[in-house]
Structures are given as structure tokens and as C-alpha cells.
């Protein structure tokens, strides 16, 4: 608590911050362009004897950013506070969205509540908040690593005032409660970029709120960074260097299979290619790469920008999802004329993307023709390497994993720690299966075999599925075993 004496704002205008005290003196860091004023302010708000370190500015708003940002605030105990004794009727004020959530700590209730939720997740690296009204009560759950859980439940009388606070940050309709509404919320929290995207549906005992947040600050888009294997990395790669054909990544939602595009995209860009990409929505901003973001309201299909897309020159087009026959068809189109096509599909592995395209409706010679290769991926949660423990394996353990079972298994702390939020898992990586198509396969998916067919031979010619892919991390303790099966499952 002691980086908390200062304000925030007084803190970040005027370049200092209390780092430790006692109750004869304060240590303070300042930023080596601090001001006698501003010294002279932190002195008499303080009223102790002060002990500078000075330090420059880009190590003072990385230190500030750590020590506001990730204080030990509670949106449980923001919630409960605000619930005790509240006026629903004086919360329904339109109040403009703030710069910076940790300069609004003593605005209106509501707000405060919706920011601490937004602290809280962005400090827990949460991807989603999920805001559920019910009949007699309201829920906040936070999705960490894949799972949701339980971290909060405000009064029901107060969920119509932070639906109505929530659509004025992303500028919806806030008197428009029967049709489902999408927008978008740029915030800053101690520096750091949150763009959120805001999804609300209309149910039985009121609106109910799903809001998805991306850091764009900490995000580090690259292939070394997704948990790839060496040869995974490598062929997919070769995949990149063809200079026409479809390269697909599949996998169900939430499997990171945009992160992989985007770090794709990244392998790729340069000066002397044109790369057009459209999405749905745009999730983070590449340097030097066009995007387009689909919009149904004024009828702007992937389909019709794609059309538009050709006749922009572009030597890689990226599309964020095939979802329909005339998409796959323009992209398969695309590839055939001398483009890159990288896409998304939703199928459970790599085979399975070939038939989902044939039930579209693409002709296999085509397909046979332009598709390069297919990476199939999901997500696994790593071990805390706090309070991870370890044991012999047992002969059921082989028996679950297979020939491949480490000698000793990892498993997840029974009571966790703090540092994982007590869940046991901390983080996640991705396993991987990629099907790399030469000519042998290729006349498969041209005379139309059966996937079964097309996957053995794939795995003939050296084809790791998923769970096996995934085998690497447990002799390494990433992850453990019953992680592996849960996401790996059939």
C-alpha cells in the first residue's frame, strides 16, 4: 500500500512515487526531470523526510505502471462497498469515458465498480468478462486461461446502471434493450493499451454482457513466441514461402488461431509486399499491413471486400474467417491467380478442414489444386511453477498418455497459490498439427478420398496429431497430463 500515498495522477504529472516509508522518513522514486515544485508538494502531502533515487523516465512509468496497476484492489470488494447503500436511480447519468481508469478513483459508484472490474481483469490477464443477470441475483465471472470463474455478484438492482455505464464507454444505444449490440471500448490503465471489444444480447431478466480484452501493449506477435516445436516453426515457414496457394489454421474458438495469423502476417511483411487482410473484428493494429474490418450494417461481407481486395494488388490476403461457400470460393479463386491466402476455419484437426470445405460446396479438383497446407492448433494451461508437484508414474498413467508417459508426472497444486489465483495453472501454450500437402496428398483430396484415408496417410509421412504434440510439455512439467486429454480429447 505504500506506492498508493501519492495519487495516481499527482504521481505520473509530477514524476514521483513512494516506494517504501517508515514513520521517520519516505523513500521516493523520481524521475530525473522532477521539478523543486513538485518535490516541494510530494514533501508537504507527505510531511516526513524524503530519500530520493532518481531514475530515467522510461524505467520511473514502467516502475509506476507496476506499482498502480497492479495494486491488490479487489472488484469483489468494490462491488460489495458500492452494493451496501446505493441510489440505483442517480446512476444512469451519461459520464464521459476517462483517459485513464486509475484518474477516475473517486468518480460515481458505478463507474468506479466497472473500472475496478476492468483493473482487476487486465491485472489477472483475464480474456473475458462476462456480466449474467439472473432473477434474484447478477454474476461477474472472468475467463483466465481458458476457464471461467466466479468473481463477483452485485446487487440485481444494479445491473441495468452498469449495462447502461458499459454501452456509454463503447457508445451503443443504451435505450435500445430488445436487439443484441456490438462495439468497442480504448482504454489506458497506467499506461498500458486495453482495446475491449463489448457484445451484449438481450435475455429473460435483462441484458446480458460479454466484454473480450486484448493488451496490445504486452503483445508480442511472433512464431517463436506461440509454443511451436522447431519443426512445426520450420514447416510452417515453408508454408509462408510459397508464393500463391491457401495456408488454413483451424481450431475451435478461443484456440489463439488469430494470434498465429497475425504472427504469420508478421514473418511475411516487408517493404516490397502488399498484404490486405479482413477481419472480423480487428484485433491488433499491424505496422505496414491493410485491414479491413467486415461491417454488416452497411452489407461490407468478407465476400464483398474480398472483391474489392483483388483489384488492390495485394500479394498476401489474409481472411479471418471462411464462413460460407462465396468466401471459400473468392479465396480459392485468389490462390489459383497468384496469391497467398492465409484463413481461419473452424474444424477439430487438420484433416477435417479438407471435408469441412468439401461440404461447402468447393469442388475438390480446386481444392486439390490450391490448398498448401493446414495447421490444426489448440490451447493447453502451464503448470504455475510456483506450486506445481510431482510424482512416479503409475501404470495408469501409461495407460491414459500412452507409450510415450514420462517417468514422472506433473500435476496441479490441490489448494494452488496466490501467484495463480489458486487455480494451479498459470499461462498457456498451444500444441500443434501440421498437415503439409505435396503431391500424393494432394491427388487424394482431387479424387475426393475419405478423410480417414487422407489423415493415415498424412500420418504415414510423419504427421503429429495434437495429443502428441503435446507430449513434450509433460516431461517438461508445462503442463499436465489431465490438461493434455481435456483439450486434446476426442
Known sequence: MAALTLPYIFARTHGVMVVDSTEDSVELLVRDDITPTALAEARRALGLP???????????????????????????????DIGQDVDVSQMMQDIPVVEDLLETQDDAPIIRMI??????????????????????????????????????????????????????????DIAEKRLPQDGRIALRLAGRTVDVRVSTVPTAHGER???????KSGQQLG?????????????????????????????????GKSTTLYAALREIAGPTTNIVTVEDPIEYDLPGVGQIQVNSRIELTFAKALRSILRQDPDVIMIGEI???????????????????????????AASAVTRLIDMGVEPFLLASSL???????????????????????????????????????????????????????????????????????????????????????????????????????ADGETSAEELLRVTRD
Open 50 to 80: 524524503m530519500r530520493l533515487t532518481r531514475v530515467a523516465r522510461g524505467t520511473f512509468d514502467a516502475r509506476l505502471a507496476d506499482a498502480y496497476g497492479q495494486g491488490d484492489a479487489n472488484a469483489s470488494d468494490v462491488v460489495d
Open 115 to 172: 473500472n475496478a472490474l476492468l483493473q482487476q481483469a487486465v491485472r489477472e490477464k483475464a480474456s473475458d468478462i462476462h456480466i449474467e443477470p439472473y432473477e434474484r441475483y447478477c454474476l461477474v465471472r472472468f475467463r483466465r486461461d481458458g476457464t471461467l470463474t466466479d468473481v463477483a455478484r452485485p446487487h440485481r438492482a444494479l445491473h441495468a446502471a452498469m449495462a447502461s455505464r458499459i454501452k456509454i464507454m463503447a457508445q451503443l
Open 209 to 215: 454482457i460479454v466484454l473480450r480484452l486484448l493488451d
Open 223 to 255: 512464431l517463436e513466441t506461440t509454443g511451436m516445436a522447431a519443426d512445426t516453426q520450420a514447416g510452417f515457414r515453408e508454408l509462408l514461402a510459397h508464393p500463391h496457394g491457401i495456408v488454413l489454421v483451424t481450431g475451435p474458438t478461443g484456440s
Open 323 to 349: 464462413r460460407d461457400l462465396e468466401t471459400a470460393q473468392i479465396a480459392v479463386q485468389a490462390s489459383l491467380t497468384g496469391h497467398l491466402v492465409l484463413a481461419t476455419l473452424h474444424t477439430n484437426d
Open 372 to 474: 498448401r497446407g493446414v495447421l490444426a492448433q489448440r490451447l493447453v494451461r502451464r503448470l504455475c511453477p510456483e506450486c506445481r508437484t510431482s510424482r512416479p508414474a503409475t501404470d495408469v498413467d501409461r495407460e491414459v498418455i500412452g507409450d510415450d508417459a514420462p517417468d514422472i508426472v506433473w500435476t496441479p497444486s490441490d489448494t494452488g497459490c496466490p501467484a495463480c489465483g489458486r487455480t494451479g495453472y498459470s499461462g498457456r501454450t498451444g500444441v500443434y498439427e501440421l498437415l503439409s500437402l505435396d503431391g500424393d496428398l494432394s491427388q487424394l483430396i482431387h479424387d475426393n478420398a475419405p478423410e480417414a484415408q487422407l489423415r493415415n496417410e498424412a500420418r504415414r509421412r510423419g504427421l503429429r496429431l495434437l495429443r502428441e504434440d503435446g507430449m513434450r510439455y509433460l
